[in-house]
């Protein structure tokens, strides 16, 4: 078989045994395929590759200049890969198995100030061209912050999941998992405004959308993508650095606001969506971090 051949069955095994969700075998696609091609530029490929070649392609991928995390997700996929090849008799070892990956620096998440946020909700409400876009809009920033979603997630969402005014959104997470997160009153009231303009939208069109916030594109939902510059559309007219808004922060400020405010780290974990606790223990050092800052500027005896 050819590295390609290997690629398309590994994938297809990690769909329909695993669940993987798409953003995952996509990754996993463009990782192998890199390794690929590092092989072929070798006079190798994925059957002959022994041990010294994994370890190469990985001073190979240091040298590119790649992070830490880009390194340790390329080795998690070629020992995806071959442990699938031994299972499948395709190779009788598995060449990356004792390989250590490089050393994971555990950095604290970017965030927001809850002023921050408020300035960019504000804004979205005026954010878009027409009364609809605007309702849109406001919807997903004060969803995102309400439930910490994924904004794939978020952009993914059936119009199902929101209907009845609902006191909790059904959520479809990583692998299918779903989880009931709660959500605030102006969430709920931001919901239902748009749910009532999207179901005038809809009336009037000749392909109805099963999704909350439908998109012109192939998923049937506004994409990632459109929702990354959305944000940051927002946030200029918010009068924030748009470098320092993404979606991915709100979600951030959302665990970090919540805990802040004394909320359990066992339920942030369960909104969030996280299997392991020790995933989210982070946001205590967040918290840490700015009760030091607090009392290193505003405690009278931190004076000089």
């Known amino acids: 078989m050819t590295d390609l051949n290997w690629i398309s069955r590994f994938l297809e095994a990690q769909a329909a045994e695993l669940g993987a969700a798409q953003n995952t075998l996509l990754a996993y696609g463009r990782d192998l395929r890199d390794f690929a091609g590092w092989l072929a530029r070798r006079d190798s490929d994925f059957a002959r590759a022994d041990r010294h070649a994994v370890e190469d392609y990985l001073v ?47 950095s604290l998440p970017g965030t927001l100030e809850i002023d921050e946020v408020d300035r960019l909700l504000e804004a979205a409400r005026d954010q878009g061209r027409k009364d609809a876009l605007q309702m849109r809009n406001r919807c997903l920033l004060e969803l995102l912050y309400a439930t910490g979603m994924r904004v794939s997630e978020l952009v993914g ?40 303009e999207r179901d005038r939208i809809e009336e009037a069109s000749a392909t109805p959308s099963r999704f909350l916030f439908p998109g012109r594109g192939r998923t049937g939902h506004i994409t990632r993508e459109y929702f990354f510059r959305l944000i940051q559309d927002i946030a200029v007219a918010a009068g924030i650095p748009p470098s320092r808004v993404t979606p991915h922060k709100l979600r951030h400020a959302f665990a970090t606001h919540l805990l ?39 405690h009278p005896l931190a004076k000089e």
């Not at 997160?181 to 919901?191: G, I, K, W």
């Not at 066992?266 to 700015?290: N, W």
């Open 157 to 196: 969402l059936p119009d199902s999941a929101a209907r009845g005014n609902p006191q909790m959104l059904l959520v479809r997470g990583k692998g299918g998992k779903e989880r009931l997160v709660p959500l605030s009153p102006p969430a709920r009231e931001a919901l239902t405004i748009w749910l009532r």
């Open 260 to 298: 802040a405010g004394g909320a359990d780290l066992r339920a942030i974990q369960m909104m969030l969506g996280h299997s392991d606790i020790s995933t989210v223990e982070i946001y205590t050092h967040v918290v840490d971090e700015q009760l030091k800052d607090l009392v290193l500027k505003r």
């Open 60 to 106: 190979f991928c240091d040298a590119q200049g790649l992070s830490v995390a880009t390194r340790a997700r390329r080795l998690a996929s070629i020992r995806q890969l071959y442990r699938f090849a031994f299972e499948e008799g395709l190779r009788t070892d598995n060449p990356a198995i004792r390989i250590r990956g490089p050393a994971k620096r555990r």
